[in-house]
């Protein structure tokens, strides 16, 4: 698993100000996408997953995470980008939506960020997938950084048929 390091230092946000949050950064392709912290409960290395049958082709399957049944969602799949054919270097980010755990398969941890709530904009109109599946853009390094709107992720797999 790929390590990551936190960057306070030099980033001319100061935590204890209240308007600064910490997210995880995570790659799909060459895109930076982030969630909150708080929401992550666990990374882990890809090891597959038991498919269920009549689910979106985003739904991977599930895990047994400790006794807990963990759905697992393909990032790359449900951005409508094809299914991620995964290797010993994918991971799965498992977050807290909720009263729910779910996993996302991601290409690789990169980095943890503090931005300013303030730098987090909207996202632009065009693409309907992206603009209901992120809930806002943050540059960072220069890069741009899509925050995972975690809610859309998972309420996606009720509603679609």
Avoid: C
């Amino acid at each position: 698993m790929q390590a990551f390091e936190q960057r306070d230092e030099n980033d001319g946000h100061d935590p204890a100000s209240g308007n600064t949050m910490q997210l995880i950064a995570f790659l799909i392709g060459e895109q930076v996408y982030g969630v909150e912290i708080t929401t992550v409960r666990e990374i882990r290395a890809w090891n597959g997953a038991t498919p269920l049958p009549n689910t979106q082709e985003y739904v991977r399957g599930v895990i047994n995470l400790r006794g807990t049944i963990v759905p697992i969602f393909d990032l790359r799949a449900r951005f409508g980008d094809g299914i991620t054919s995964p290797t010993k270097n994918h991971v799965v980010v498992v977050l807290s939506v909720g009263e729910k755990w779910v996993g996302i398969l991601v290409d690789a941890v990169s980095d943890i960020l503090s931005v300013s709530q303030s730098d987090v904009h909207g996202v632009p109109e065009g693409n309907n997938l992206d603009s209901e599946l992120l809930n806002g853009i943050v540059t960072h390094d220069n890069k741009m950084v899509g925050l995972i709107d975690l809610d859309a992720i998972v309420a996606g797999t009720n509603t679609e048929s």
